[in-house]
C-alpha cells in the first residue's frame, strides 16, 4: 500500500513511524484535555507523564525483541543493547511498560490521586491511529484465511520482513480487526463513563476488555509461539488480565459495586406520610 508517506533527496517519512507519532500526540493532547478539565495539572502529573512515555517505549521495545531473540541470536553474538534498538514495537508492551511505569512513579512521589480516567479515552483513540499506520504499511497482517475480507501483502513489502511465511496470501486483517476496536471503545467511553462511579475504573474496564480482545485476536495473527501455544503478548496478556479480574472481584467482596437500597415506599395514611407530605394551610 503506502509504506512511505513522503521521500526525497533529503526526508524520508515512513507511513507506520508518522502514524505512530500522530497517535501518541493526540493521545497526549486528549489525556492533558482531561487532566485540565478535571483541575489535576500539577509538576507531579509531568513528571508521571514523563516516566510513562520512557517506561511505554521500553516496553514495546522489550517484548518485539523477546518475540525475535532466536532469529538474532541466530546471527551471532548480538549486543542486547543492538537487540533493544532495533527490534520492532509491541503496543502490548508499550502499555504495560507505561502502566507500570505509572504504577512506580505516583509511589515514588507519593501520588495517591488516581489519574487513570484521564488517559481511558486517550489509549484506544491513540491505539486506532497507530493501527492504521500498521495496515498501511502492510506489516504482517495474520493467518491465511477464505474469508471474503482477506488481504494479501504485496511482493514488494512482503520482502522486507524477517519472519513472513503468510505474506502472498490472504490473510486476516487483523490490523483492521483492532482499528475497529479501538474505534469503539473510544467512542463507548466518551458516551458511557459518567456511569462509572470508582475512580479510575473506566481504565481499568478498558484495558480488562482489550486484554481479552487481544488475547483471543493473536489466535489468528501471525506472531511465532512462544510458549504452550502462546504467543508472546498472549503471555503478557495472562497476567495483566488475572490482576484486572482479581482487582474487581476484590471490588464486588468488598461491596464497593453494590446497588444502593431502593426506598421506601410511603403509602397512604402512613405516620411517614407526615413527615414527607407538608400539611396544607388552612385558608
Sequence with gaps: MFPILYQNDALVIYTHDFFTVLGLLIGLALYYYELHRREMQSY????ISVAAIFGGGLGCRLITAWEHLPYYTSQG??????LI????KSIIGGIAGGYLAIKLSKKALHYNISTGDCYAAAIPLAMAIGRVGCFLSELPLGKPTDLP???AASESAAQHFTSCPFCLQKQHPTMIYEIIFHLLA?????????????????LKIYLLVAAIFRFLVEFVRANPMQFA????????????????VWYFVRQWRRGIYQMPPP?????????????????????
Design 44 to 47: 507531579q502529573i509531568f513528571l
Design 77 to 82: 553474538d548480538v549486543p542486547f543493547t543492538y
Design 85 to 88: 534498538a532495533h527490534s520492532g
Design 149 to 151: 475480507w482477506g488481504i
Design 186 to 202: 473510544f467512542f463507548l467511553i466518551l458516551r458511557y463513563r459518567h456511569l462509572v462511579k470508582v475512580q479510575g475504573d473506566t
Design 229 to 244: 501455544g502462546l504467543t508472546g503478548p498472549q503471555i503478557v496478556l495472562i497476567p495483566l488480565t488475572s490482576l484486572l
Design 263 to 283: 426506598p421506601i415506599p410511603v403509602r397512604a395514611n402512613s405516620p411517614l406520610q407526615a413527615i414527607i407530605i407538608p400539611a396544607k394551610e388552612e385558608s
